[in-house]
């Protein structure tokens, strides 16, 4: 994710990072091209575009940039519903740890730091990353790897672990249904993020979307080359990287949990709960917070 400070001027004229110029850099270039080959062609015949107009890409334009904007609008309740999962994530471990503050010093480091392979195996299944290996430096008590789901398996060792303490005594029956709750509702967060990762946007629409937006903007030089002459390429390369970077920037915006510049702070969020976790078991020696590198917080 992008952390900036408020932009100014200087800022929007000339900001790189978390921009989508970078990747539509190759495609702005070629609209640029082929108005410069559109303007030599109506220089060279006057007639060859006919009787093509700006009238119909106005009314084109319009419509697209509407269709363009709910598919954006799409996309970006994914990413808001990403983060706020992993708000509740948040907080349902601190409740956890809260709610466990009674239990013996061992007792409690094996559930808190169960959960803590819980937040890095969930953040790896999500990344498309090492389950196991991600549990593995939290928690051995098991072969990780040989369970279909490893980020599962370490939440429902958790609450087998609580159930257990309210069979030996160690732990009422009214704490253990709090701390089963606070368990259900992780489960009720890992679903709902595997939905948004396995559940894309339908593929046919976005095909049309981009089908459109590419052809509009590559004829759209011949309409204006004989009206604008040498300042086609202009207007058309504005145009271009509004269509464009919408479109990449919702590409971005539909995979939420992705490591792309838009994409969710999953290594900070954990981060953030591997250090209150530990600090709630009484260890000083904390991982160090993560920063933004060149404004990119991963």
């Known amino acids: 994710m992008i952390v900036r400070r408020r932009p100014s001027l200087l800022d929007i004229m000339f900001a790189i990072h978390g921009s989508t110029v970078p990747k539509i850099v190759g495609r702005l270039g070629l609209l640029a091209v082929i108005s410069v080959g559109a303007v030599m062609l109506v ?3 006057p007639g060859s575009t006919g009787r093509l107009s700006a009238v119909p890409f106005t009314l084109i334009g319009l419509a697209l940039s509407i269709f363009m904007s709910f598919r954006n609008t799409a996309c970006y309740d994914r990413w808001w519903e990403g983060r706020k999962l992993w708000g509740e994530l948040l907080i349902s471990i601190r409740g956890f740890a809260r709610q466990t503050a009674s239990l013996d ?10 959960l803590c392979g819980f937040a890095n195996a969930l953040a790896a299944r999500l990344r498309d990353g090492d ?10 008590a098991r ?3 040989a369970t279909p789901n490893p980020t ?12 257990q303490l309210m069979i030996e005594g160690l732990i009422s029956d009214i704490l253990h249904s709090v701390l089963e709750i606070r368990l259900s509702e992780l489960g009720q967060v890992q679903g709902g993020c595997e939905r948004i990762k396995t559940t894309p946007l339908p593929f046919a629409y976005a095909l049309l979307l981009h089908r459109t937006a590419h052809l509009f903007c590559l004829l759209l030089p011949f309409a204006l080359a004989p009206s604008l002459g040498w300042w086609t390429p202009l207007p058309v390369v504005i145009v271009g990287y509004t269509f464009f970077g919408l479109d990449a920037l919702g590409d971005e915006l539909e ?4 490591a792309a510049a838009n994409g969710l702070p999953l290594d900070a969020l954990v981060r953030t709960v591997e250090r209150e976790m530990l600090f709630a078991l009484g260890e000083t ?8 590198r060149s404004f990119l917080l991963t």
């Open 43 to 45: 220089h060279a015949y």
């Open 105 to 114: 010093a061992g007792t409690r480091a094996e559930l808190l730091r169960g």
């Open 131 to 140: 389950e196991a290996a991600a549990i593995g430096a939290w928690s051995r």
């Open 143 to 145: 072969d990780w790897a």
């Open 152 to 163: 599962d398996a370490i939440l429902a060792a958790v609450g087998a672990r609580c159930a």
């Open 255 to 258: 995979e939420p949990f992705a």
């Open 285 to 292: 020696s904390l991982p160090p917070e993560l920063k933004p």
